[in-house]
């Protein structure tokens, strides 16, 4: 089956330690993002990624850096420089250009991550 | 100001009810619509996607767009326990990134 998959599904981390989550998808999408998710402030975007070897920064991509060498993966680090990062991270993907299709994303399950 | 505002919830009803949810925008620029549901410890799933003003409806779910008043509806016929979740509207305009609400948290009580 088609689909993204985000691990680890739970992480717990030290201050002053970066991490990585890890997004592959199997839908031959070109686009793919990250997102955040707090309660009650809805998703917000890190980075993206439209095209292999290039991504922009999202609204909130302070602390965080991402990489797209396949277009099947797009790795999220949080560095040890995100000062509050315990949150929801979602991975999504779409289509890329300018059809219909790019318009509606498809998510991950989400990797929920603690700082101790 | 938010550029889209969505009530939170949690919004109780009983099994059977309709219900609606809603979101208010303020960017004009919007053209694209969308309701995701997420579930507890889930990913967002696309529940329906409107382009431009109008109604769609899909089995128990009807999306109406009002650009006029910047408005959008989710209506939910005779809701069932699994319809309990949180719902996000989302749009956009042409050519940039998807905006969120902040999600509105349904339950339906049996």
């Known amino acids: 089956d088609g689909g993204i998959t985000q691990s680890p599904k739970y992480l717990f981390r030290k201050e002053g330690q970066n991490v990585t989550l890890s997004c592959e998808q199997n839908?031959?999408?070109?686009?793919m993002y990250w997102y955040r998710q707090d309660p009650g402030q809805g998703l917000r975007l890190i980075y993206y990624?439209?095209?292999?070897?290039?991504?922009q920064k999202g609204d909130i991509a302070e602390g965080y850096s991402v990489s797209r060498e396949k277009k099947e993966s797009f790795p999220l680090t949080v560095t040890s420089a995100q000062k509050n990062p315990t949150a929801f991270y979602l991975c999504?993907?779409?289509?890329?250009?300018?059809?219909?299709?790019?318009?509606?994303?498809?998510f991950g399950a989400g990797s929920r991550l603690t700082v101790l | 100001q938010k550029e889209v505002e969505q009530d939170p919830g949690p919004l109780s009803v009983p099994e059977g009810a309709i219900v609606s949810l809603n979101c208010t925008y303020s960017?004009?620029?919007?053209?694209?619509f969308m309701w995701y549901r997420q579930y507890s410890r889930k990913g967002p799933e696309l529940l329906m996607y409107?382009?431009?003003?109008g109604n769609k409806e899909d089995g128990r779910f009807t999306a109406q767009v009002d650009k006029s008043s910047k408005y959008i509806s989710l209506f939910i016929r005779d809701s069932q326990p699994s319809d309990s979740a949180t719902y996000l509207c989302?749009?956009?305009?042409?050519?940039?990134?998807?905006?969120f609400g902040g999600g509105t948290r349904l339950m339906v009580k049996p």
């Open positions: 989302a749009m956009k305009g042409a050519g940039n990134m998807l905006t």
């Open positions: 990624s439209q095209i292999v070897n290039d991504f």
């Open positions: 839908l031959n999408h070109d686009a």
């Open positions: 409107t382009y431009s003003s």
């Open positions: 999504a993907s779409s289509l890329g250009g300018r059809s219909s299709g790019a318009n509606v994303l498809t």
């Open positions: 960017n004009s620029a919007f053209q694209y």
